[in-house]
Nanobody, 119 residues
């Protein structure tokens, strides 16, 4: 098992920036794929971005390409999401997740952190 705890959410104006972090602990996760998801009220959970912990290869949803940057800090054991040029439609609860299979089958989830973008 791994434990995931998100932080950094809050209220920001459209066009602004926000940085989310996810503290990762527990069993080894060096071979895991890590990702960020989000869920807006009344909508399903949406994939935002993913990263290989070992290689740092990344993948982004079309809706956030060019605006968001996913990264991992090996020394601090954190998964981060730099969110730039925020839009009201980015408003959601953001979750970090871990895939131990290497096949984008996410099994572990954090509790979520609220991001609200005002217009």
């Amino acid at each position: 098992q791994v434990q995931l705890v998100e932080s950094g959410g809050g209220l920001v104006q459209a066009g602004g920036s926000l940085r989310l972090s996810c503290a990762v602990s527990g069993y080894t996760f060096s071979s895991y794929i890590m990702g960020w998801f989000r869920q807006a009220p009344g909508k399903g959970r949406e994939f935002v971005a993913g990263i290989s912990w070992r290689s740092a290869n990344t993948n982004y949803a079309d809706s956030v390409k060019g605006r968001f940057i996913i990264s991992r800090d090996i020394a601090k054991s954190t998964l981060d999401l730099q969110m730039n040029s925020l839009k009201p439609e980015d408003t959601a609860v953001y979750y970090c997740a871990a895939d131990p299979t290497g096949a984008t089958r996410y099994h572990y989830w954090g509790q979520g952190t609220q991001v609200t973008v005002s217009s």
